[in-house]
């Protein structure tokens, strides 16, 4: 089983920087090239040519990123294309392997390092400092005065959760923190903080809350999206207009200020979503859990969710690439996650099972038993209690988070007192505010 370990990359001087930022521009230029061709040669009928039938971009660019990282960029698209084609036959392919932006508007700055071609050190005193040292090309190394048998030095910030034997390294570079960071996963591992209990947590996942969460230790927490979603539909609208203008003065539907408007979008939407997973995932660490129990949304969104719902969910974030970002995270630290049916959980009341005649309305869930409760941190909870062979105590004062675009920030008065009612029942919806 493989882990992952995340940590900053500091360049220890300018050049240093420089150095580092033309090997990740060259691997995303490489890859550009390349996925160009490729869909070219997939979406041209005058081209009689397979996706696999390219130029040798290797060549061009190993002066800078070696032989090695080169190919690593150039099998990383090819797994991109089989990913597609798999899921081409599925019929469930979305769209055709995409760019790593541009040159007129920034490139996504990336690379992967195989991993005979970096070393990693970690510090083991205070006095020292983590290093990581990479593989470059030659002509990179003569450029910035680099010995022929020497690679590239950085300094790192971070401790390793995870120790094994390392894997391919991701490096890239993050716009919104002006820093480079950098992924590595580690195989036949063991962690190196604090083992987890057995703790479980469900995750009502929805449109106007991003994530309501319950855990077996009584706790919840609550990711509002409202203000989230409000700005990122603001930015559609723009768009529409702008296309609308660009269709009638041109004749086209694309202009540098759309393509802009579209990165932003999609930037500020992917950092906050980044943020939750995270912000998410530590807390519930902390909670000792080591089962995340997601619901399974697969035929649920077309048939059960409003048309608003649905837009929300399938363009403000699609649900299967949200949980690959909660997966992803929840491995850093230990957990698991687990997609299961949440069948009703979001209309069963909890206080006498009913859910033919309970009603939903925005954020509340009633009863004709008298129960009246925030819908979907009682979903949560129901889903918790469905999927967990423990009893599961009161729930205490929720935690609610709003997203001020840089943290998700805990709401004020969220939790005063940690007020519990309802002792008498195995859980218990809070009231919503």
Not at 115 to 127: K, P, V
Not at 363 to 368: A, W
Not at 410 to 433: D, L, Y
């Amino acid at each position: 089983m493989k882990r992952v370990n995340t940590f900053r990359v500091v360049p220890r001087s300018d050049a240093d920087a420089e150095c580092l930022r033309r090997v990740l521009d060259a691997s995303a230029s490489l890859w550009n090239q390349l996925n160009y061709e490729r869909r070219q040669n997939f979406t041209d009928p005058d081209i009689d040519k397979s996706v696999w039938d390219t130029e040798d971009y290797r060549k061009q660019y190993v002066g800078v990123l070696g032989s090695a990282t080169a190919q690593q960029v150039i099998r990383k698209n090819d797994q991109a294309w089989r990913s597609f084609f798999k899921l081409k036959e599925s019929g469930e392919a979305n769209g055709l392997p995409g760019y790593w932006g541009n040159e007129d508007e920034g490139r996504d700055l990336r690379s992967y390092i195989r991993n005979d071609m970096y070393r990693l050190r970690w510090a083991t005193g205070n006095s020292e400092q983590s290093i990581l040292e990479i593989s470059i090309g030659k002509d990179l190394k003569d450029e910035f005065n680099i010995g022929h048998r020497e690679r590239l030095r950085l300094e790192v910030q971070g401790e390793p959760k995870w120790t094994g034997e390392q894997c391919q390294l991701e490096l890239f570079y993050d716009e919104r923190s002006d820093q480079f960071r950098a992924i590595q996963p580690v195989s036949d591992c063991s962690r190196q903080d604090t083992p987890l209990a057995d703790e479980t947590a469900a995750l009502d996942v929805g449109a106007n809350n991003i994530v309501a969460c319950s855990t077996s230790t009584g706790q919840q927490f609550l990711y509002e999206g409202r203000d989230l979603f409000a700005r990122f539909r603001e930015t559609t609208e723009r768009i529409a207009e702008y296309q609308a203008l660009a269709k009638a003065d041109e004749g086209r539907y694309s202009t540098q200020r759309i393509r802009q408007l579209y990165r932003k979008r999609t930037a500020r939407r992917d950092h906050a979503m980044d943020a939750l997973a995270r912000d998410l995932m530590e807390r519930l660490h902390d909670e000792g859990v080591s089962t995340v129990v997601v619901g399974d949304l697969t035929g649920v969104l077309e048939t059960h969710w409003s048309v608003e719902a649905n837009a929300k969910t399938h363009n403000f974030w699609a649900f299967r690439a949200f949980l690959n970002r909660l997966a992803y995270t929840a491995e850093e630290y230990g957990m698991e996650v687990e997609a299961r049916s949440e069948a009703w959980t979001s209309q069963e009341c909890p206080d006498c099972g009913e859910y033919d005649e309970t009603v939903r309305h925005s954020d509340t869930l009633t009863c004709p038993c008298g129960f009246d409760g925030h819908a979907d941190l009682t979903a949560s909870a129901t889903f918790l209690n469905r999927h967990t062979d423990r009893e599961v105590g009161s729930m205490a004062r929720p935690v609610r988070f709003k997203w001020d675009a840089h943290t998700w920030a805990e709401s004020p008065h969220s939790r005063p007192n940690e007020v519990r009612t309802h002792q008498q029942k195995t859980f218990v919806g809070v009231s919503a505010e």
